[in-house]
């Protein structure tokens, strides 16, 4: 299985910061929920998680800031 880029990575998400939130938050639905059964054996969340950040599977929008 090959793992995406930290370039190409970083793009999707913004910049490194960016990706390594989303990736956590992604990781962590996948730990609490059965939706990793569906990857190989094995596989860890957080590996899971950046493949979909990847494959342009995960959507999200940065939140404006309340005053």
Do not use: H, N
Request: aromatic share 8%; charged share 30%.
């Amino acid at each position: 299985m090959k793992q995406p880029s930290l370039d190409e990575l970083e793009k999707r998400a913004g910049s490194k910061y960016a990706l390594a939130v989303l990736a956590a938050k992604r990781a962590r639905m996948l730990t609490e929920s059965q939706f990793a059964a569906q990857y190989p054996k094995g596989t860890k969340p957080v590996t899971i998680a950046l493949m979909e950040i990847a494959a342009g599977k995960i959507k999200y929008e940065w939140g404006k800031k309340k005053a």
